[in-house]
């Protein structure tokens, strides 16, 4: 189990992403954090304390995504928090769910030269998005390329750095409230 909240807006969006993993933070303990395309990313092991000790700043930007960790695959680490990223860094997702397919996604992107720094399944996603943006060059169709590869019960959000704005919720079987 897993929390994940994202924004879009005229609002700044680090203190909003906050409040909502603070609402959330009963579905997480191991690890959190939040990607704002404007800024970048923060992540923490533990609780959403931890992040908010993290965030010496202001994060400035008006969209984002957020995600408490309940580990699965992976051990409870940065490495494996999310949010997870494509090969360019521009393609961003969080999740909460079970790839179940994951270790063959994973095995044909390493055979097409792609590395990995997490043990997540949610990498593996990232990753596969990032491999049909090379091929489609559109956000929308490359993502719904990649959950149609993917097998399980999930909810994912999935935001794009170069369409700050624009935040790609979807779901297999898994509640997106």
């Not at 990995?116 to 169709?141: H, N, Q, R």
Request: glycine letters at 10%; hydrophobic letters at 35%.
């Amino acid at each position: 189990m897993c929390g994940i909240f994202a924004y879009t807006g005229k609002n700044q969006a680090l203190p909003i992403l906050l409040d909502g993993l603070t609402c959330l933070e009963y579905r997480g303990y191991d690890s959190a954090g939040i990607y704002i395309p404007e800024s970048g990313v923060v992540k923490s092991v533990g609780a959403v304390d931890n992040l908010k000790k993290k965030i010496i700043s202001e994060i400035p930007g008006t969209s984002g995504t957020a995600h408490l960790r309940w580990a699965t695959h992976g051990e409870p680490t940065e490495e494996n928090a999310h949010p997870h990223h494509d090969q360019s860094e521009t393609i961003w997702i969080v999740h909460n769910g079970i790839i179940e397919n994951y270790k063959e996604l994973k095995e044909m992107l390493i055979t097409k030269g792609y590395t990995f720094y997490s043990s997540t399944d949610t990498e593996v996603l990232a990753k596969l998005i990032g491999f049909y943006m090379e091929e489609k060059k559109d956000f929308e169709k490359s993502v719904l390329a990649a959950l149609n590869d993917a097998k399980g019960t999930y909810g994912v959000v999935v935001s794009y750095k170069n369409e700050p704005e624009k935040i790609i919720a979807a779901r297999q079987g898994a509640p997106v409230v």
